[in-house]
Structures are given as structure tokens and as C-alpha cells.
């Protein structure tokens, strides 16, 4: 459900891969592994190497100096990007434009090199610490800060240097229009609203520039396609549902291939529930007729068993496991091709066999993956062609010639046109982050 204000696990899921024993442990082993991973940040040296490009770049000492003043603003109010401002040394921004304001060439040129360097040091601050409830999964997903040279010769090169300031092109799309809700929600006294867009912003502070990327928001139940710093495409999808075992977490990763034809390995926690009872229901005939395979281990050459031998009513007791597959086909519920990119939830984005379920407003019924409105155009997009299998092998792996990040978000709030949206916050975590935060009294970071 979304909101419109003027100021930016029902369906059983199909979704995660099987999970035998010992799965615990090696989830909480990835975890370990991508839980520490932060973007990289440009060292003191290397600030110190470049020190010469801050003599060139854009001018800031202007008969006017509003470009100037914009900037200052931004570092003034950093602490609404989670910074703290003082590293910024304004005070000093402000001498230096008042030493330039008589026109001496040499106080000039250590003016607009001093904001050079304060525009270098933010933009690479405000890509230091994004929200902790982020999991990088791939390294090669996290956005890297563009280096001085280059920011400094695009801000160079803008017809407004303060129309670039306000726009923050150095962020992603959404970021500055969301900062300034945040300024007007301070502004006015709305501390709920300044609390949400505050947490909202650390979100989207990960999220990248330019490139080509997809995003889906958890909160909108959505997938966005993005190139070159412009939103393409979007389409709806169904994530996981309210239950804690089944949310679809955030994370940050790079879709690395297409299936087709795609089994699905029904997760062994949902066998019981998804398959067993049914059985125990309509009889062994269930299997045949949905295209279930029970299977002898998880291992590649398992061998197929014959599902009369199994105890179903211990089944769906949860007193034994079993490994249960469906075979690709019109009731498979992975439909015709999953995306996948690596990571230890085991969450991937796939077609479905429920169409309808994109009619619903509020779409959380999966397990934790994200069903597709349209998987073909989405394939489309990534691949640039048509995906269809040639034959009826199963399980065709598809390659893309260039991974591409994928940023499984959490977004309550969202910039459209000139208004911001805010959908409901589904799983709650909203209202965790704000408990942690004082419920917006706090005027720090929200991480």
C-alpha cells in the first residue's frame, strides 16, 4: 500500500534452494563473510596525491557566490547524511571566500581549491558508511567514488555549477530530492516525517550514480531498471512474506546468469507444508500431476525414489527430511528462467506460475525470492535478446557477457516527479530503526 504525501514468505513461495542439514551453519558462515564488507573509501594518501587537481576545477569565486554558498549549506547540514560536519571545516570555507571576495588571484585560487577539496571530501564521505542493514554479497556491486579528477571536471563542466550542487548528480537520482524532504520536514517541526526520510536516506545512500543496475524495493513490491543515471523500466514482483524466516533481505549483489527451464528445489523447511500435506490429501497421484520428483540426497547424481516409501505423515511432522524437486513445466512455479546472483539467503528473482497474484496491491507471498511480473522483458533488458530455450533440456545456464549490480532495497520513501511516495512498512523495519533512533529525536546518523 503507498501513501502519497506533497513533500521523495497466503501463496506458499516458491523461492529458496533446498536447505539440508547443516544449512544454519553455513548461512551463519556467509553471513560472517559479507556482514564486515564496506566500500572502499579513498585513503588519506590518495587525497594527499591528488592534491594538485584541487587547483583546477570549477570556479566557485563568483560575483554572486551562490554556488559556493549551496556548498556550504550541504556541509553545514551534513549530519542529515549521517557525517559529522565539522570535518568539513566550513568556518574555513567562509574565510577563504571572503579573503577571495577583493580579487586577489592568489586568494582566489586557495578559495575555489579549498572547496574543491571540501566537494572531494563529502562525495567520498558520504560513500564511507552506508546503512548497516545493507548485506554486500558482492564486492563488485558496492559503488566506487569517482575520483577527483573526474568529479571535479564534471562539476567543471555543468552550465550551472549551483544547479549541480543541488542536484548531487554524484549520488543516486533519488538522494538529493529525498535530503531536501528531509531539510523541509526539519524545517517544519515533522519530526515522523524527518525520521523516515532520515532512514530512508542512509539507505539510498549505497545505491550507484550512473551504470547500469536494477533495484528492486521491497517496500513498493517493485524492480527498476537503470542506465546511465536514468530509470528505464519497471515492473511489479512479489517478495517474501511478513514472517521473519521469510522476508527478502536487503543486500547488494550482481546478477551473473539466466536459467531456463529451472528446477525448483522446494526448500526442505517447506516440503512438508507445500508438498506433504497435499499428498496426504489427494494421494501419491499429487506428485505425478504438479511434476514432483523425491529424490535419494542433495547431491548432483541423487537417484529418483519412489515416493510410496516415505512416511509423508512424518514428513510433514518435520521428524524426517526429505529432498523433493519439480520439474520444469506449466506448474512450475519457478515458471521459465530464474536470474541468479550469488548469495547465502539463496534468494533469486524468477517467473511465475501465479500471474494474478501481480494484481494485488500489498504483494508479499513468496518465500523470500522475487517472482517477476514480466521475466521475459526483464531478460530482455539484461541480455539484450529473446531468452528461450532451443530445447527441453532442463536447467540451461545462461551466462551475461557483463554481471549486473543488483541492490535489493528497502525503500519507504521514494521521489516521484515532485512529491515523494511512501509505502507501508511491510516488515516493520522502519519502525525498528526509528525505536532504535529515539523515534526521531536523535539528530545523528540513523545507522
Not at 533481505?249 to 525448483?264: D, E, R
Not at 490429501?281 to 529418483?304: E, H
Not at 525470492?369 to 514480466?374: M, N, P, V
Request: net charge positive; charged share 20%; proline share 6%.
Amino acid at each position: 500500500m503507498r501513501l502519497r504525501t506533497n513533500r521523495f514468505w497466503s501463496g506458499k513461495p516458491a523461492g529458496r534452494p533446498l536447505r539440508p542439514a547443516g544449512f544454519a551453519l553455513v548461512l551463519l558462515a556467509g553471513l560472517l563473510a559479507v556482514a564486515p564488507l564496506q566500500p572502499a573509501v579513498a585513503s588519506a594518501a590518495t587525497v594527499a596525491a591528488n592534491a594538485n587537481q584541487f587547483s583546477s576545477g570549477p570556479q566557485w569565486v563568483t560575483s554572486d557566490q551562490r554556488a559556493a554558498t549551496k556548498l556550504i549549506a550541504l556541509l553545514q547540514g551534513s549530519d542529515l547524511d549521517g557525517l559529522d560536519p565539522r570535518q568539513f571545516k566550513t568556518k574555513q570555507l567562509l574565510k577563504a571566500l571572503r579573503s577571495a571576495s577583493g580579487g586577489n588571484l592568489k586568494a582566489v585560487d586557495k578559495a575555489n581549491a579549498a572547496f574543491n577539496r571540501a566537494l572531494v571530501s563529502y562525495a567520498t564521505a558520504l560513500r564511507s558508511a552506508p546503512s548497516k542493514e545493507w548485506a554486500f554479497v558482492d564486492r563488485a556491486a558496492v559503488p566506487e567514488t569517482p575520483s577527483a579528477a573526474a568529479l571535479l571536471a564534471e562539476a567543471a563542466g555543468a552550465p550551472s555549477l549551483e544547479s549541480w550542487v543541488d542536484a548531487m548528480p554524484f549520488m543516486h537520482p533519488s538522494y538529493a530530492q529525498l535530503r531536501r524532504g528531509l531539510v523541509a520536514a526539519r524545517s517544519s517541526g515533522g519530526a515522523r516525517t524527518e525520521a523516515v526520510l532520515r532512514v530512508n536516506l542512509n539507505r539510498a545512500r549505497l545505491l550507484p550514480a550512473t551504470g547500469r543496475y536494477v533495484v528492486v524495493n521491497i517496500a513498493a513490491q517493485r524492480l527498476y531498471m537503470f542506465d546511465g543515471g536514468r530509470q528505464l523500466d519497471s515492473m511489479k514482483v512479489v517478495v517474501g512474506q511478513g514472517r521473519d524466516d521469510r522476508k527478502t533481505p536487503m543486500m547488494a549483489g550482481t546478477l551473473q546468469y539466466a536459467s531456463l527451464n529451472p528446477y525448483w528445489n522446494v526448500p526442505v523447511d517447506l516440503v512438508g507444508d507445500d508438498v506433504g500435506i497435499y499428498v496426504q490429501k489427494y494421494g501419491l497421484g499429487y506428485l505425478k500431476s504438479r511434476g514432483y520428483q523425491l529424490l535419494s540426497d542433495w547431491g548432483d547424481n541423487a537417484a529418483v525414489v519412489d515416493p510410496a516409501t516415505i512416511d509423508w505423515r512424518a514428513v510433514v511432522d518435520g521428524k524426517i527430511q526429505v529432498r523433493v524437486r519439480q520439474l520444469p513445466g506449466p506448474r512450475n512455479v519457478l515458471g521459465k528462467v530464474k536470474f541468479s546472483f550469488p548469495n547465502p539467503y539463496g534468494v533469486y528473482l524468477h517467473d511465475t506460475a501465479q500471474p494474478q497474484l501481480m494484481t494485488q496491491e500489498v504483494r508479499l507471498f513468496s518465500g523470500g525470492c522475487i517472482r517477476l511480473e514480466d521475466a521475459a522483458r526483464l531478460g530482455q533488458w539484461l541480455f539484450g535478446r529473446n531468452l528461450k530455450a532451443t530445447s527441453n533440456t532442463s536447467d540451461i545456464e545462461v551466462p551475461l557477457d557483463r554481471p549486473v549490480p543488483i541492490y535489493v532495497a528497502y525503500l519507504t520513501a521514494v521521489p516521484e516527479g515532485q512529491s515523494i511516495t511512501y509505502f507501508e512498512d511491510v516488515y516493520g523495519w522502519d519502525a525498528k530503526r526509528l525505536a532504535e533512533s529515539g523515534g526521531g529525536a536523535d539528530r545523528g546518523a540513523a545507522n
